[in-house]
């Protein structure tokens, strides 16, 4: 089996890489364990958490920071086309030029943003609000969204909240088996004519609002159901993220992917890698647990596999790795500067990762392998989390190596 | 029973304290409980959880041995519902010394402990953990049982008598008349406001804090803290007790409780000042690992959930004032004989285990010195939860119920389980999967268990035990307890969310570092919870 490139991970910064090769006319293979960080979206992409304008914001970062390794120049040539990347592929987000906006979180905390999906509330500020009277809906039975939270955070605002209960019958067989009332499920649910049904039950609970505030379970498969709701509702409405699972971030992944294919790239679903051969600075294929027995050669090699909790990195009581391929990890040298005793503190872990050079081609050994690079969270010097960079650094890193790799850089 | 005025008031929500008000109250006395956080909040819920069958201490201590046997065949009729009862062994390692083994088996036999020598194999074959290695094997009728569920139920039962209770209420002062204590003062930890309640006599059963309420009162209890630390697995292991058959020392018990199991405990004496700060050490935590994997080698292989270490409060014996030598048992001071101080009594030292029995020795002083003439009733009345009837009755309405939920919410209440209502149409929704908590049984927390924040009801429930740690529960039932008052319970969340982070730092790597750093995700990455972090420590 040979391709021009081989992605191995399937999440948001392995996907953008393989669309964006496919685009540019290779013969691509994905190999994705299914779930990734695109499971527990937040409805925006981040940049950067920064109250000033990118370029300035830019500047302050360390040097090992991915941005930092690409240069401000092309973080910011890259960050402007994607929005119209992920458009491409029919998910649309919003956002302004250069600098954030701000996105409502599910405890009513205004956080700052890129780009958020089409549909999702986004503020241009979080000084106030562009609504006096605010309904939150959400349906009943679900433990996910919590109306009394959002409304907190927006009354501290100005505005008026009304917090709504909606009951339909369409969901009791949920609501019968204790643990089934989940967003997923809920989404499977909400289709057809019951968004008639919502649509009526919202407008008649939000008189006189001038918008409703919605959990975001609409839209499993595509992001119909959630637009059929806005149309069919005498008040505009807006979604606000659940707690995960993300029914959007589901869609996203699965919009991307069906992209991926249709443009021609070969994915290769609940597979994992189990190792590569190498030949002196060059990894010359790789092995998968499901196809023990091909080697899949590539020219080029992506690893894409995400960080702790995606098991890109793996962690034993003496060390941090990269298990599929052993690559040379930053981390602090012991365990108990792996961490900080307050779970809010800036958490060394964080930043773990993956070694690279200026070209995020990964370290082995001392070495750099020549055709082997590295993206998204499993590159070290970024804290997705604290610094607010992880939907960035996956996009902008995948985007670059992508273009590296066919102009031979 | 409303007024300032009662026949005893008894400071400390630890077992011993939930305990004696029981006790008190069954025996006609008018009775307050006061705890300055929350029940269980100190070494009552930092332990092993391990219903000792005596046998540990046979050897070098057969009072307590005796006294360990005799309440753990009372636990099992009393508080049938708390208790597992698992059985244990003591193993022999090919680096111990079997020798100790027929030394340790005749000690048991004297002490009452029904202690058998079985083959190795024949150990193997009962506990499937056990390391194949073993040399010998003592059966013993160890068992585990839930220091929550035990101290809830003796205060719902203690309430049922009629007593009061107050958590975050904390004694700041004593009221007295001549030397004579004759109340309390109290600062309500959360309104802040004081108050003053009477009685003939206060009881300190403050465990190892009770050393700063005594000289409070102006008496002199020398007490030593020792720190123990644990660890937490990530599932249940074993299924017996397993103990090191030698002289007490680190490491050696690993007992099975619920979903998980827990290896423990190492043993230092800390400062006094450090018995609210305690945290677990990476050396601790190495110590643990190592003992822990030769009872049983697969424990090496397991995620380990969290860390956490108690203080034992051990008393110095009286007559010696350099306090060398230390008292393991029961000590009952009756400060009127010891140091002229009429109505203060202090229960301190003993154990997990022997609580009914310190219970009872401090109620009979009470009794003795209040002229009252009733005996103890709490070896043979049930507690709460273990009636005979009430469980049958609620197996049977349990079964009928959807999804899992009810089952453990019996083992969690056992017959009290029929107060939770999960007749409303979503009251049988589960909050916390791992530990199969429905919304209807938080809601009988809030209402009936004292339940204030997350911390609270974690430990009437489970809520976020598992081995998610609080990823989604946590925020679930935040909303339920929400209430009207959202940034109290967002604040109360985030204080919950470090109090679980800090049980999983010292042992943040495989399994439980990625959850760690999901949870952050969701938390701080989704959610923004850092906006509400506490500003002070919780309890």
Excluded at chain 1, 117 to 130: G, I, T
Excluded at chain 1, 132 to 145: C, H, P, S, W
Excluded at chain 2, 223 to 233: D, E, S, T, Y
Excluded at chain 2, 364 to 389: I, M, N, Q, Y
Aim: hydrophobic share 35%; with cysteine.
């Amino acid at each position: 089996m040979n391709f021009d490139t081989i992605i191995i991970g399937g999440g948001l910064s392995g996907l953008t890489a393989g669309i964006e090769l496919q685009k540019r006319g290779q013969k691509t293979l994905m190999i994705s364990s299914g779930q990734s960080a695109l499971h527990f979206f937040s409805g925006s992409f981040e940049f950067l958490n920064t109250e000033e304008d990118y370029p300035e914001a830019l500047k302050k970062l360390p040097a090992g920071h991915p941005y930092s390794l690409m240069g401000a120049e092309k973080v910011l040539e890259t960050a402007s086309k994607v929005q119209d990347f992920f458009a491409g592929a029919g998910v649309v987000l919003n956002g302004e030029e250069g600098r954030n906006h701000f996105r409502i979180t599910p405890i009513g905390v205004l956080k700052q943003a890129w780009l958020t999906l089409e549909d999702y509330a986004r503020l241009p500020s979080d000084k106030s609000l562009p609504w006096k009277k605010v309904t939150i809906a959400n349906i009943e039975g679900f433990l996910d969204f919590h109306p009394d939270f959002i409304a907190a955070g927006l009354e501290e605002l100005g505005a008026e909240c009304h917090c709504r209960s909606i009951s339909l019958p369409e969901l009791d067989r949920l609501r019968n088996n204790p643990s089934e009332m989940r967003s997923a499920n809920i989404a499977r649910a909400l289709t057809g004519s019951v968004i008639g049904n919502l649509a009526k039950r919202l407008s008649d609970v939000s008189a006189g609002s001038d918008v409703i505030l919605l959990p975001a379970v609409l839209g499993l498969d595509d992001p119909r159901p959630a637009q059929s709701l806005k149309v069919r509702t005498d008040r505009p409405i807006e979604y606000i993220a659940t707690l995960p699972p993300s029914v959007p971030g589901i869609r996203t992944q699965m919009m991307l992917k069906n992209f991926y294919t249709r443009l021609g790239g070969t994915y290769l679903l609940g597979d994992s890698v189990t190792g590569g051969d190498f030949e002196g600075r060059k990894l010359k294929g790789i092995r998968t647990v499901n196809h023990s027995d091909k080697l899949f050669c590539a020219d080029n090699f992506i690893l894409a596999s995400g960080s702790f909790f995606s098991r890109g990195l793996l962690s034993t009581p003496s060390g941090i790795f990269e298990p599929v391929f052993d690559l040379q990890v930053n981390c602090p040298q012991e365990r108990r500067d792996w961490t900080k005793e307050n779970f809010f503190d800036r958490q060394p872990y964080m930043g773990c990762g993956v070694a690279t050079d200026g070209q995020f081609r990964a370290l082995r050994k001392g070495e750099s392998i020549e055709n082997l690079r590295v993206c998204g969270s499993l590159l070290s010097g970024s804290d997705a989390i604290n610094e607010g960079c992880g939907a960035g650094v996956a996009t902008i890193t995948a985007l670059h190596i992508a273009e590296n790799i066919t102009e031979g850089k | 029973m409303k007024g300032n005025n009662y026949d005893v008031i008894i400071i400390g929500g630890g077992i011993t304290g939930a305990g004696t008000a029981r006790d008190c109250a069954m025996r006609g006395l008018r009775t307050l409980l006061v705890e300055r956080y929350d029940f269980t909040s100190g070494a009552t819920g930092r332990n092993h959880g391990l219903l000792h069958s005596g046998a540990r201490y046979a050897v070098t201590d057969r009072e307590s041995a005796t006294e360990c046997i005799q309440e753990n065949m009372i636990l099992r009729k009393i508080a049938a519902h708390c208790v597992e009862e698992t059985g244990g062994l003591f193993i022999t390692l090919p680096e111990d010394d079997l020798s100790y083994q027929a030394l340790f088996a005749s000690a048991c036999k004297a002490a009452g402990i029904d202690a058998e020598i079985i083959d190795p194999k024949e150990a193997i074959s009962l506990e499937k953990s056990v390391n194949p290695s073993i040399i010998g094997a003592v059966r013993v009728p160890d068992g585990a049982v839930d220091p929550f569920r035990l101290t809830t139920a003796n205060v719902v039962d203690a309430r049922g008598f009629g007593a009061e209770v107050l958590t975050y209420t904390e004694v700041v002062g004593f009221i007295r008349d001549g030397e004579r204590v004759v109340g309390v003062e109290l600062r309500d930890n959360i309104t802040k406001t004081r108050s003053r309640k009477y009685a003939g006599i206060v009881i300190n059963a403050g465990g190892i804090w009770g050393h700063r309420i005594a000289a409070m009162a102006g008496a002199t209890v020398n007490m030593f803290p020792a720190k123990g630390a644990l660890l937490i697995f990530g599932h249940r292991v074993n299924n017996m007790v397993i103990n090191r058959c030698r002289k007490p020392s680190d490491a050696d018990i690993l007992v099975p409780g619920d979903t998980i199991s827990l290896i423990g405990t190492t043993s230092s004496r800390i400062p006094y000042d450090e018995i609210d700060y305690m945290s677990v050490t990476p050396e601790e935590v190495e110590i643990l690992m190592r003992e822990g994997r030769k009872l049983a080698p697969s424990l090496g292989t397991t995620r380990v959930l969290r860390a956490y270490a108690g203080v034992r409060p051990l008393v110095a014996s009286d007559n010696d004032p350099s306090g060398r030598s230390i008292s393991r048992g029961i000590v009952c001071l009756d400060h009127e004989k010891r140091d002229g101080i009429p109505g203060f009594i202090t229960i301190t030292g003993g154990k997990l285990m022997t609580y009914r029995l310190m219970a009872e020795q401090a109620t009979d002083l009470a009794c003795r010195k209040l002229g009252v003439r009733k005996s103890c009733e709490t070896a043979s009345t049930p507690l709460p939860g273990s009636e005979k009837k009430a469980k049958k009755k609620e197996a049977k309405r349990v079964f009928s119920m959807p999804g899992l939920g009810g089952k453990a919410a019996v083992g969690r209440h056992g017959g009290r389980n029929g107060r939770i209502d999960n007749s409303d149409r979503n009251g049988a929704s589960l909050v916390c999967e791992c530990e199969e908590v429905s919304v209807g049984e938080v809601k009988y927390a809030l209402q009936e268990l004292d339940t204030r924040n997350l911390i609270n009801l974690r430990r009437r429930t489970r809520v976020g035990m598992g081995t998610c740690q609080g990823e989604l529960c946590a925020c679930r039932a935040a909303g339920l307890m929400a209430n009207g008052c959202t940034a109290k319970a967002l604040e109360d969340l985030a204080v919950f969310m470090n109090e679980r982070w800090k049980g999983m730092q010292p042992v943040a790597w495989g399994e439980t570092l990625s959850e760690a750093q999901f949870t952050s995700w969701i938390y701080e990455g989704v959610c923004g919870l850092s906006r509400f972090k506490e500003k002070k420590g919780g309890m």
